[in-house]
């Protein structure tokens, strides 16, 4: 497996162009790979999410095969002066062992299945709208995929939603409402092979528009100093 970063420039057009659909970057991150081999494998699949923060615009690309990233440099990086960085995974999911504690983040499509009516036979897809919804969808979830939230100041879950989001795009001559959440906070790993398989298989659904994709990083001594 296989973790890319390339940092994005917001200010060009084909940036601009590329932004403001997840079919687009969908399909460009595809590109990234010849034949068949963005597909999903025993390894793991192809999961991508988009950073925006103060600091920059970057896109993350977790992937069973190296990726080639160089239409999306052409396209809307810096092609003169800087590419991208792709790292070996492998030593990381390796090294993950129970009662470790990572900062994380997530960005993923919070959804609850039910029925419109009581005659409904098949159920649909509804989004969680507020933060509490989209906290405990996560809370649901966390043991399933190998953790447990850290325990933050006061004993509450070390857990925040950043950013919120409703993108609106076309895919397929319909429109498509894809609502989103930016999760981080401290994690402890509980079942290291049950996180690894999360972290190169995704969490939730709308994984090919930038969801499910969950990175980690060292926890910081002001993060540890605000544990419970």
């Keep these: 497996m296989y973790l890319s970063r390339l940092e994005i420039n917001t200010a060009r057009r084909g940036a601009k162009n590329m932004l403001v659909s997840p079919q687009r970057l969908h399909a460009a991150v595809l590109a990234a790979f010849p034949g068949r081999s963005a597909g999903t494998s025993d390894e793991g699949r192809v999961l991508w999410r988009l950073d925006e923060s103060a600091t920059g615009t970057k896109l993350y690309v977790v ?6 990233l160089t239409h999306l440099v052409e396209q809307c990086g810096w092609p003169t002066t800087q590419t991208w960085d792709t790292r070996d995974y492998t030593p990381l999911l390796n090294r993950l ?4 504690r990572w900062a994380f983040r997530l960005t993923a499509n919070p959804v609850v299945n039910r029925r419109r009516n009581a005659d409904a036979g098949r159920s649909q ?3 969680h709208v507020t933060v509490n919804q989209q906290n405990d969808w996560l809370l649901d979830r966390a043991a399933r995929n190998g953790f447990k939230i850290a325990e933050g100041t006061g004993g509450e879950p070390d857990l925040a939603v950043r950013h919120r989001r409703t993108w609106k795009f076309a895919r397929e001559g319909r429109q498509v409402t894809l609502a989103t959440a ?3 906070g401290v994690l402890e790993v509980a079942d290291p092979a049950a996180l690894r398989h999360a972290l190169t298989h995704g969490i939730g659904p709308a994984k090919g528009y930038g969801c499910g994709l969950l990175t980690l990083a060292p926890v910081t001594t002001a993060e540890r100093s605000g544990d419970g």
């Design 63 to 68: 992937s069973p095969r190296r990726p080639d």
């Design 97 to 100: 062992a129970a009662g470790q």
């Design 125 to 127: 897809r509804y989004g």
């Design 182 to 184: 930016v999760f981080e």
